[in-house]
């Protein structure tokens, strides 16, 4: 069980990722609680807007559970509680969401941090250790295995690895190059950790998709499949900067080629491979699967907008039948005529005020207050039925967005393709050409092999090194 917890702000993006239906096979609110909106957007900006009576910049608390093995409802619930004790966020408004992605589910559960009652944030002091000491108490108890960095303390190792932590920007960055910050670095880890040598580091680099290259102020840099660009130093898990030269040693970044360089070198290994449909990028959910999916979400609404609209005709037609027969009765025809005529004289109308605004003596002033209070809570209903609309809309773009990514992600694949092709025909036409022309001879055919194998991609040798002449 792996638990994950930071304290953030951004409700609004926060709940349209959540509610993403496109990156995940199923999406499904559990509860919640201490806010009056029940749907995402609505609770987090009750959140946030409690938050606007004191300093706090990051009002929101978000936790992901993810479990190594499948837990019932009743161990998340377990978990939430005993989570939620030990950070010290017992009563706090939350929400509980559940998500299913390739297969797997897992839950996010986001706390407001504001107390109410005293008008600060609940401090979330060495909130990642209790986390982490939480992990393994329920692991334990539900029988689940831990990773290695969980089931063991290391004491003050832990601190070594600060500088490797994941930010927001590499989280930005794997969201545009496909590519996982955590899975690259374990890859870079291994290898470094199983490599003697610079040689040897640089081929098992290559042999993972990386290649190593000089970069402009940061010496060693690591430059991905998608281009991106790394400090070497941050890639390796539980290594100085000084460790990791050492290691390269007697490799300097003069010896390596130029990020530019290195771009190049990988477009043309990604051209080469570009036939392999192993490799090929794919679209989660068809542009079809994704509108029906949306559709039928907002379906959902549009049958929750028509069932109050019946409501709200029905409450009002059966307030005015009741009104009519109350104003039909004697005793009130009477009182209403009376009140009519002393409403007429000038004089008696300040005297008589306090009897005008008595709704048990006046029938009108009360009936006119009923309808007053009904149109209120009717326009608080339609205002919060816009609010979600407006909402979904925005989850619904988000969603567009990332099928946008996932269409362009294959379209430059295609393309790659239809060039790898359009190379090797031009290659074939020459190739022919230069079989008319040439003379024929014994050593032809040795020779068009031996050509043949001269143009076919080969590996930099001597760490891919860009040498001056």
């Known amino acids: 069980m792996i638990l994950k917890g930071n304290q953030r702000s951004g409700g609004e993006d926060l709940a349209s990722h959540l509610m993403n239906i496109y990156d995940n096979d199923a999406m499904e609110l559990a509860s919640v609680r201490g806010t009056i909106a029940q749907d995402l957007h609505g609770a987090f900006a009750e959140f946030e807007a409690m938050a606007t009576g004191t300093r706090c910049k990051q009002s929101l608390y978000s936790l992901s559970i993810n479990p190594s093995e499948p837990m019932s409802r009743a161990q998340y619930e377990t978990a939430i509680e005993r989570i939620e004790d030990r950070l010290g966020l017992n009563g706090q408004p939350r929400a509980v969401v559940f998500h299913v992605k390739e297969g797997r589910e897992h839950?996010?559960?986001v706390w407001s941090r504001i107390d109410t009652v005293q008008m600060k944030a609940v401090q979330l002091s060495?909130?990642?250790q209790k986390l982490r000491s939480?992990?393994?108490?329920?692991?334990?108890?539900?029988?689940?295995?831990?990773?290695?960095g969980l089931a063991k303390?290391?004491?003050?190792q832990r601190y070594d690895q600060i500088d490797q932590a994941v930010k927001t920007a590499e989280l930005a960055q794997a969201e545009l190059s496909g590519l996982d910050a955590t899975h690259r670095r374990a890859e870079i880890t291994a290898a470094y950790e199983g490599s003697d040598s610079a040689q040897s580091f640089?081929?098992?680099l290559w042999e993972r998709g990386y290649q190593l290259a000089r970069g402009d102020k940061r010496g060693f840099v690591v430059v991905d499949r998608a281009g991106q660009v790394h400090s070497l130093a941050r890639q390796v898990n539980g290594a100085r900067a000084k460790d990791v030269q050492a290691r390269l040693s007697p490799l300097t970044p003069d010896d390596l080629?130029?990020?530019?360089?290195?771009?190049?070198?990988i477009r043309q290994e990604i051209e080469d491979e570009a036939l392999d449909h192993h490799r090929a990028p794919h679209v989660k959910r068809s542009p079809e699967e994704l509108k029906a999916r949306q559709a039928e979400r907002r379906g959902k609404l549009l049958a929750e907008r028509q069932e109050l609209e019946l409501r709200q005709r029905q409450e009002r037609m059966s307030l005015h039948t009741a009104q009519k027969k109350e104003a039909e009765r004697p005793f009130a025809r009477a009182a209403s005529a009376v009140l009519a005529l002393f409403g007429r004289v000038p004089v008696l109308r300040s005297v008589l005020a306090p009897l005008y605004r008595n709704t048990n003596l006046n029938m009108a002033e009360r009936h006119r207050l009923e309808e007053e209070a009904l149109s209120r809570r009717y326009g608080r209903e339609n205002a919060n039925l816009v609010r979600r609309e407006q909402a979904l809309g925005r989850v619904e773009a988000r969603e567009n967005r990332s099928l946008a990514r996932d269409q362009r992600r294959v379209a430059q694949h295609e393309e790659l393709q239809q060039r790898k092709a359009a190379g090797e025909k031009l290659g074939q036409v020459a190739e022919n050409a230069a079989d008319v022309t040439r003379p024929r001879t014994d050593e032809q055919p040795k020779q068009k092999a031996?050509?043949?194998?001269?143009?076919?991609?080969?590996r930099p040798r001597g760490y891919g090194l860009r040498r001056d002449p």
Not at 136 to 143: N, P, R, S, T, V
Not at 450 to 458: L, V
């Open 107 to 109: 839950c996010h559960v």
């Open 126 to 128: 060495h909130d990642r």
């Open 134 to 148: 939480v992990a393994q108490e329920l692991a334990q108890e539900f029988g689940h295995e831990l990773p290695d």
């Open 153 to 156: 303390n290391r004491g003050a």
């Open 202 to 204: 640089v081929d098992a």
């Open 257 to 265: 080629p130029t990020v530019k360089e290195t771009r190049e070198r």
């Open 450 to 458: 031996a050509d043949k194998q001269a143009a076919r991609p080969r």
